[in-house]
């Protein structure tokens, strides 16, 4: 029988949740690294039980962990990410360059064919790789040296590569606030793709770089389609990023973090509107995910088994999932500390967790 | 040999209770000390200092005989009392957070 096994990044830990298909009843392990932040834990798809683990602080740096048992046991990797090219500088928030200097790992992307080929997606922002199980990592520089690097500049969370999408020799990452950016010859060359990106925040709003994208999601069978949270609006793309239209259509508010597609239905789209960027909570007080059958456009509120009242946590961009199951499974956790579940879809939603730290990201694995 | 002891996140990163005792082999500073206990210890590489700069962690102090020694070169000897291992040297995280 299969079985889900949800790995939950917080503030003060990392947290792994086990059930069998049924989704019923949940086996909650850890703390693991209580007290640190775990922005982001992803198994290989080649290996489930090969877990990555990005584990950081303010006062002691960032370790990469890596357990090769499902999550049982953990040994610190590598953890030195030098940038290729130390000169190169990028706009700080007052607009004057500044160095890149690594802070964090926001994301880990394992290949899904390799366990041991790993990609990183770091602050400042710039895009690592790993072929050695996270031992060494090595920049993959053609990023930031595309011709627009000294003109990125931070988000307010920093100047961070959050979102890695893998499909062959295609590598699409997204940064705050730079943009989408597209390799296809498996990072060596790269390109912003944001036309059709609007940002009135910026000067010149269809400016080719400088837009707040969020967050990203691509159903794995049809890659050429993106769905994009940006810091306001949810755009669409049907040729790889090439150019992007806007779908947010009926939604309360299109501002938000987190989107992801359905498992199975590729049309099917869910994000978690949020008030706005200066309130960073639901509209209304009340939690819902909305769901678009359609590809954007029409949206429906799921509401059922969210809170309706005085609800006012956010979901941040990497804190949504879905699993493979039938029905399709999605996996939302809150600044609250709250991971909800639903089996059917979206259609019902449980809290399988009530009082978690802030949680930082939701991954979920699928396991036969 | 040197005396140290870990603030708790490094004690459980290297897996280790209480004071950590180093044999160093050159003179006895600092550096020295984060150099052996990065070698004993390889999970704490980089948490002490930045793996590329080099920088000690700005949230970090270190201290010995009820002296702060983070500002002083990283190659100046340590006091004679922590080098004879009458006093350990303490490494401690700033007091902020939530």
């Known amino acids: 029988m299969s079985r889900v096994r949800v790995l939950v990044g917080t503030r003060k830990g990392a947290f792994i949740l086990t059930a069998d298909g049924s989704r019923r009843n949940w086996d909650v392990d850890g703390p693991h690294f209580g007290g640190w932040e775990i922005y982001h834990l992803k198994g290989s798809p080649a290996e489930p039980n090969r877990i990555y683990a990005s584990q950081s602080s303010a006062w002691f740096g960032q370790l990469i962990q890596r357990s090769d048992d499902g999550g049982l046991s953990w040994r610190a990797v590598g953890n030195e990410f030098a940038y290729e090219d130390e000169a190169a500088t990028h706009q700080g928030y007052d607009g004057t360059p500044h160095p890149f200097e690594f802070k964090r790992v926001w994301h880990l992307e394992p290949t899904p064919t390799d366990p041991d080929t790993i990609y990183a997606g770091v602050e400042d922002a710039a895009l690592f790789r790993s072929t050695d199980g996270g031992l060494t990592w090595q920049e993959l520089a053609g990023l930031r040296r595309q011709g627009s690097g000294e003109r990125w500049q931070p988000g307010a ?205 939701v991954e979920v694995q699928t396991l036969s | 040999m040197i005396r140290v002891v870990l603030p708790y996140h490094l004690r459980t990163l290297a897996r280790v209770e209480g004071e950590v005792r180093l044999e160093l082999d050159g003179p006895e500073s600092l550096g020295a000390v984060i150099d052996a206990l990065e070698r004993r210890y390889p999970p704490l590489r980089g948490t002490l200092r930045d793996n590329t700069t080099g920088r000690c962690r700005p949230f970090l102090r270190f201290f010995a005989c009820q002296e702060d020694l983070s500002h002083q070169p990283l190659d100046a000897l340590l006091p004679e009392a922590v080098r004879c291992g009458a006093e350990p040297v303490l490494i401690v995280g700033a007091v902020a957070g939530g």
């Not at chain 1, 893998?166 to 390109?191: E, K, M, P, Q, Y």
């Not at chain 1, 992801?260 to 995910?289: F, K």
């Not at chain 1, 429906?300 to 009242?309: N, V, Y």
């Open chain 1, 157 to 361: 969370g920093g100047l961070c590569l959050h979102t890695v999408l893998l499909d062959r020799d295609r590598i699409t990452v997204a940064i705050s606030a730079a943009g989408a950016f597209r390799s296809d010859d498996g990072g060596r060359n790269w390109r912003p793709i944001n036309r059709g990106l609007r940002s009135d925040f910026l000067p010149a709003p269809e400016a080719e770089i400088g837009h707040c994208v969020h967050r990203i999601a691509a159903h794995p069978a049809r890659p050429q389609t993106l769905y994009m949270q940006k810091h306001w609006d949810v755009m669409r793309s049907d040729d790889a990023g090439e150019s992007w239209y806007e779908v947010s259509g009926n939604l309360p508010s299109d501002f938000g973090f987190a989107i992801e597609v359905h498992a199975h239905e590729p049309e099917t789209v869910y994000v978690i509107p949020i008030q706005s960027d200066s309130e960073h909570y639901p509209p209304g007080g009340a939690l819902r995910v909305w769901r678009s059958r359609t590809g954007g456009h029409e949206w429906e509120p799921l509401t059922s088994g969210l809170p309706q009242r005085n609800c006012y946590v956010n979901v941040l961009r990497a804190a949504m999932a879905v699993d493979s199951l039938e029905p399709c499974g999605v996996y939302l956790g809150t600044t609250g500390g709250q991971l909800y579940a639903s089996t059917d879809s979206g259609d019902h939603w449980e809290a399988i967790m009530r009082d978690l730290p802030p949680v930082l990201s």
